[in-house]
Structures are given as C-alpha cells and as structure tokens.
C-alpha cells in the first residue's frame, strides 16, 4: 500500500503544468472505496486515459485502481538528484 508522497515531485509536476500550459492537480488523492482513499504525486487531466493520468513513484503497485477508474498510471524513478537543478539546465 502506498504510504508516502514524493513532495518534491508534486511540485515539479506542478511547475510543469504552468510552463506548458496543461491542467495539473498535484498532490492527488484518489478515492478506491468509500472508506479508503490513495494521494499520489500529481492527476495529468487530459493526457494518458479517459481521466488523464495518475502518477506514482517505482515503487507504486497500486496500477490497477487507477486503471479501474479509467485513469492511466504512470510510475517515475526516485532520482537522486534535484529536479530544480536539472529544471534550470533546462529553462533558464
């Protein structure tokens, strides 16, 4: 089960969403149940399935919820190294 968000890669999700222009909800809770309830580190609206897509870290094995619900998942690396780092190589 999924116990923990990645904060850092909610918010790059979120940084993401403003520089292209794309809706993002970051971090997402997803309900599978009335009484359980999962937050993964962003909802891509409008990309990926009917829902857009959730995404997760590796270590995520909760796909099929997502799918479920008519969402695709997608699951990133943990790097270890900084993302806003590596943003500004990009766009400075």
């Not at 971090?27 to 009917?50: C, K, M, N, Q, Y």
């Not at 998942?73 to 806003?84: E, H, I, K, Q, V």
């Amino acid at each position: 089960m999924k116990t923990r968000v990645d904060e850092a890669i909610s918010q790059v999700w979120l940084q993401a969403g403003a520089d292209l222009g794309i809706r993002v909800t970051a971090p997402f809770t997803l309900h599978v149940s009335d009484l359980e309830a999962i937050t993964f580190e962003a909802h891509v609206l409008d990309f990926g399935g009917p829902r857009g897509t959730v995404t997760g870290v590796l270590d995520d094995k909760l796909g099929d919820c997502r799918f479920v619900q008519g969402y695709y998942g997608s699951n990133l690396f943990l790097f270890p190294y900084s993302f806003s780092a590596r943003r500004r190589k990009r766009f400075p």
